[in-house]
């Protein structure tokens, strides 16, 4: 169903290309990852595990 419904709303945008809900997923982790990679090199973090120590659940 999801699928489904992430190829209809491209459809409706005008976005073209073969997108399903795993390009959702494969999308949001990279940029997840890129903004990781960001913030370390602000912070001088070398090791993403000891940055995410800082991370808490939203409230």
Same mark, same amino acid.
Do not use: W
């Given at each position: 169903?999801?699928?489904?419904?992430?190829? +209809?709303?491209?459809?409706?945008?005008?976005?073209?290309?073969? *997108?399903?809900?795993? =390009?959702? +997923?494969?999308?949001?982790?990279? +940029?997840?990852? =890129?903004?990781?990679? *960001?913030?370390?090199? !602000?912070?001088?973090?070398?090791?993403? !595990? =000891?940055?995410?120590?800082?991370?808490?659940?939203?409230?």
């Amino acid at each position: 169903m999801l699928g489904e419904t992430v190829k +209809r709303i491209c459809k409706g945008a005008g976005i073209e290309g073969q *997108f399903t809900n795993h =390009s959702l +997923r494969t999308t949001t982790a990279t +940029r997840g990852l =890129s903004k990781d990679k *960001f913030v370390m090199e !602000r912070t001088g973090h070398e090791d993403v !595990r =000891s940055l995410q120590k800082y991370q808490q659940p939203d409230t």
